[in-house]
């Protein structure tokens, strides 16, 4: 049977009052907002110190929201009990201030906090205001008096949530059933534990709602996860507040490729060696471009400026949230992958042989010129996810620039088109034999890495 709160909140009406939603947003910014770019209706004079992120349902409409606050608030509470207890009192006297029925209408309010304040008795104040508490453990084990405290405030009307990757502290059987959702923090690694996932999978009747979702690659794994396949519920992040287009990216990653990933950064091997592993397949380097998108400074021409960016913790987790998803490698066209691999290691040896510093720019505008192929999609649409050079959209886009000389020359080699290729060669001031050499050169690099990925799956 539904939870209350599934009947409550699945099908949340997808408008609110159009003022209310301009005072929601004065009151309690979105948490991008924070940093200068404030939203038109902003008012400078509304003065708070909170801020909320969207929660979503898997049609894509808002059923939530979740509260916090501000970063330059959070970022003063590092650790200690007496800065934890603060934040949260501080965050539960502003959503009592808050008229959060009337700026919500039948979207809830998500808070999380640590389990120990429930004590608070403040809380009460949101009893009946659609607000769900998400506790806080660590590794504390779940008290008899907190447990009575919990159902005495369900009583009133508070809901409220665990974190999944504690669903196995001590006494947690007895909570699961005096709760009203459980929440899957896709930054904590453990969440995708198999142990974990055999708990949550043990609380049917609880909805499950994805936190932290920081960009589409976390939102596909998450989607695509076989761990807890469709059983999560809602989701909340960054990225689902960009409202990008949901179910853009069919083809999957090779699998051989991410756990060589995975061994790597667990081995602590060179930035060089993870680049030249992502390197071997298109694919996973454009969902790191992709990603990286939403931390970089600037534009991203080469696997190393993508790892750099992204960094090896938040790579690791993600590729660890893959390893736990659907990829189905017979849904890859080989033929086309091989056409990329040969397409942009050509046109990286040749730039590396003519002297050119931007070699690996070079390469990445190789494999991103079958992108577009690849993931059965528009070229310049995908080129909007991910922040390349000008010189990459140049020579892919509009077919000119630095770059593009060396991805016509590759074109006409795949095609025979040695008329072109002739003025190519003649552009670029290289001999057509350096071209063939390098060429087969090319070839032998993709096939060694095809091979690989072939024995992996025997």
């Known amino acids: 049977m539904p939870s209350l709160f599934h009947r409550l ?34 008012n400078p004079e509304d003065k708070t110190i909170i801020c909320r992120e969207t929660i979503v349902n898997r049609f894509e409409r808002v059923v939530g929201h979740e509260f916090m606050l501000k970063k330059n608030i959070t970022e003063r509470v590092h650790i200690g009990h007496a800065m934890r207890r603060l934040y949260d009192q501080a965050l539960v006297s502003q959503l009592i201030s808050l008229p959060l029925l009337q700026l919500l209408g039948q979207r809830f309010a998500l808070v999380h906090i640590a389990a120990e304040h429930i004590f608070d008795s403040k809380l009460a104040h949101l009893a009946g205001q659609h607000c769900v508490f998400v506790l806080r453990f660590a590794d504390d084990a779940v008290s008899a008096a907190l447990l009575e405290q919990i159902k005495q405030l369900r009583k009133k009307g508070v809901m409220f949530g665990v974190l999944a990757h504690e669903c196995l502290n001590a006494g947690m059987e007895h909570l699961l059933d005096s709760i009203d959702m459980l929440v899957l923090d896709v930054h904590e690694e453990a969440s995708f534990l198999t142990e974990i996932a055999e708990a949550v999978r043990g609380q049917p009747h609880l909805p499950l709602l994805a936190c932290h979702i920081d960009s589409y690659e976390a939102f596909d794994a998450v989607w695509e996860s076989t761990l807890y396949g469709e059983r999560v519920c809602f989701f909340q992040g960054i990225f689902i507040s960009g409202r990008d287009a949901w179910g853009v990216n069919p083809t999957p990653a090779l699998r051989f490729q991410v756990l060589r990933l995975l061994a790597l950064i667990d081995q602590e091997a060179p930035t060089q060696e993870l680049a030249d592993a992502l390197k071997a397949d298109p694919v996973l380097l454009y969902k790191l471009l992709r990603m990286s998108k939403t931390c970089a400074a600037e534009p991203i021409g080469s696997a190393e400026q993508a790892l750099l960016c992204v960094g090896r913790e938040r790579l690791h987790r993600w590729l660890t949230f893959m390893a736990h998803s659907q990829m189905p490698d017979a849904g890859r066209d080989l033929a086309l992958l091989r056409i990329a691999l040969q397409r942009g290691r050509l046109m990286q040896l040749l730039a590396a042989k003519l002297g050119l510093a931007q070699a690996e720019q070079v390469f990445l505008t190789g494999v991103l010129s079958l992108m577009g192929a690849l993931l059965l999609q528009p070229l310049a649409e995908m080129l909007k996810a991910i922040a390349v050079p000008a010189e990459i959209s140049a020579a892919l886009l509009t077919r000119s620039g630095p770059h593009f000389p060396y991805l016509q020359l590759a074109c006409a080699v795949e095609s025979q088109d040695f008329h072109t290729l002739s003025q190519c060669c003649q552009a670029l001031h290289c001999s057509a034999l350096l071209v063939k050499q390098l060429q087969t050169e090319a070839a032998q690099w993709a096939e060694t890495l095809l091979c690989q990925e072939a024995k992996a799956d025997e």
């Open 9 to 42: 909140f699945q099908n949340a009406a997808p408008e609110i009052d159009s003022a209310a939603f301009e005072r929601l947003n004065a009151l309690s910014p979105r948490i991008h907002l924070e940093d200068g770019a404030l939203a038109a209706d902003f």
